[in-house]
């Protein structure tokens, strides 16, 4: 089960936070939906804190609901200095717990997520096979395919090497991985490569990508990590005066160890008093507060780069000039090109920062109940996107909504129950 695209969104100033999420889950490769999903939680009973889960319902089948419930009770009233110490201290609680997730499930879960990156790398490698005997009159011999296949294992272990560790995580760690998921990678190896030629030296390569695909910052890569969780911790600790925001990103469980992108800060300080964060699907409050999602803002900036990267040698094709005047032309173009290209980018950040300051200016104000309001709306912007489209209906149900304050702690100012409140007084006794 997992909650897959969700939508959820923090609004905050000097005040207070507001948080609001809605309910939708798709269990399994069946996408069948449900709008009965609980992902936003008290942290403490006792101090204003909560918590937000999305991309993923569970870590490695345990549900991130009953996690979270087993750490509220066993910090009980202790109140920590900073919502940072907060996040911490519950990252801590995982690793320190990490019983909770049987060897067997991380190897189990090591090999999905692997399974997942192999069968995108092998589609290209099957494609850049298809392209050489399309271009081959007389076929290609094992050799050559050979060659294709030496080639692309290296390409992807070179680019491999560009980019850095996850936190505290190193190559000692890659190797620990290679020895004690050995068998696992070389399932998964032989899975995608079994039709290929392959020699040793090359799947010990791929041994040692298969070990780095997991504990690695792709920053800037299109690679998406299935069983992610994303966690949103707000509130206040015992010493903040302001709201403040941590979020971060679980990958999954692997070798005994938590495996989790950086924690980002957001914080409310006296020279930035408001702020508005969408998490998961996030392009609908993008357009809200830029005029513009960020995907159709990156469209637009590779097009209109491309363009003036082109228009010197499209433009020089058509003239009749000798080959030494155009070649000192097309540079003066090109950088002419250049700085037009920076000077379209500054007006466009421009125009992006006029439409959100005045929304920006507006938040600072809003009181509580007004916060609230605002991102229970923004969820519902992307609600009503995904009903009136012809894509499956990811997003949606009920909207629960909490804000959270340094006078009044945690209130919910929507909250769904499965159950019927009169039937079961019990419970809100206990929640007292």
């Given amino acids: 089960m997992g909650y897959n695209l969700t939508v959820e969104v923090v609004v905050m100033n000097t005040l207070a936070v507001a948080l609001a999420t809605d309910s939708a889950v798709t269990v399994g490769d069946v996408d069948k939906i449900f709008s009965s999903a609980n992902k936003l939680f008290m942290l403490s009973k006792h101090h204003p804190v909560g918590i937000m889960v999305y991309d993923n319902a569970n870590i490695l089948n345990i549900p991130w609901e009953t996690i979270i419930k087993i750490y509220r009770k066993k910090i009980g009233s202790l109140e920590k200095e900073t919502i940072l110490d907060y996040t911490n201290d519950f990252i801590k609680f995982l690793n320190k717990n990490i019983d909770l997730f049987p060897v067997e499930s991380q190897k189990e879960y090591f090999k999905q997520m692997l399974s997942a990156h192999f069968s995108v790398d092998i589609e290209d490698l099957d494609s850049k096979i298809k392209e050489a005997l399309s271009e081959s009159k007389n076929g290609i011999d094992e050799s050559q395919v050979k060659n294709i296949v030496d080639s692309y294992i290296d390409e992807l272990f070179s680019l491999d090497r560009k980019f850095n560790y996850l936190n505290s995580l190193g190559e000692q760690d890659a190797k620990q991985i290679l020895r004690n998921y050995k068998a696992e990678i070389d399932e998964i190896i032989d899975l995608y490569y079994q039709e290929l030629p392959i020699g040793q030296r090359k799947r010990n390569v791929l041994r040692k990508y298969a070990a780095n695909l997991l504990i690695k910052d792709y920053s800037g890569l299109d690679i998406v990590y299935p069983l992610n969780t994303g966690i949103v911790i707000a509130g206040f600790g015992k010493n903040d005066v302001y709201p403040i925001v941590t979020n971060f990103s679980i990958r999954t469980v692997l070798d005994n160890k938590i495996i989790m992108d950086e924690i980002e800060i957001n914080k409310i300080t006296h020279d930035s008093r ?130 959270i304050s340094k006078g009044d702690g945690f209130i919910w100012i929507k909250r769904k129950h499965y159950f019927v409140k009169e039937l079961n007084p019990y419970y809100f006794k206990k929640e007292l």
């Fill in 274 to 403: 408001a702020a508005i964060l969408p998490f998961a699907q996030i392009d609908m409050v993008q357009i809200f507060m830029n005029g513009v999602s960020n995907n159709y803002r990156k469209w637009i900036d590779d097009y209109v780069e491309m363009i003036y990267d082109e228009i010197p040698t499209l433009l020089l094709n058509d003239l009749n000039i000798n080959e030494s005047d155009k070649e000192l032309i097309e540079d003066k173009l090109i950088e002419i090109g250049q700085k037009q290209y920076e000077l379209f980018l500054q007006v466009e950040e421009e125009t992006i920062i006029n439409n959100w300051r005045p929304i920006i200016e507006v938040v600072r104000a809003l009181p509580k109940d007004e916060l609230a309001r605002m991102a229970e709306t923004l969820v519902n912007i992307t609600l009503f996107k995904t009903r009136i489209s012809v894509e499956p209906e990811t997003v949606g149900g009920p909207i629960d909504v909490a804000v």
